[in-house]
Nanobody, 114 residues
């Protein structure tokens, strides 16, 4: 059974940094496209960044130059380093894995105060 567990969310002031982690179990991590999505109150869930098994990354224009996604296949973990955070980055951040099926974590809250 695939499980994704996020950690690292919290409250930070604008301009600050946070690193989110997502630990995966179930044996599919190294074969999966891993991603981070976010959902702000009253808005649809949106893609933040993805990383392929080969390490190719892509990210939303709104976070380019500020957020970096990375993965450690030995630890079955994907990370999202978030720098220069803005109030509009406030959302619940979800980890996603795609390999034959799609899997989601439970989400972690990120709140950026102005």
């Amino acid at each position: 059974q695939v499980q994704l567990v996020e950690s690292g969310g919290g409250l930070v002031q604008a301009g600050g940094s946070l690193m989110l982690s997502c630990a995966a179990s179930g044996g599919i991590f190294s074969m999966s496209i891993m991603g981070w999505y976010r959902q702000a109150p009253g808005k649809q869930r949106e893609l933040v960044a993805i990383i392929t098994p080969g390490g190719t990354t892509n990210s939303a224009d709104s976070v380019k130059g500020r957020f970096t996604i990375s993965r450690d296949d030995a630890k079955n973990t994907v990370y999202l380093q978030m720098n220069n955070l803005k109030p509009e980055d406030t959302a619940v951040y979800y980890c996603n894995a795609r390999f034959r099926h799609e899997y989601w974590g439970q989400g972690t809250q990120v709140t950026v105060s102005s």
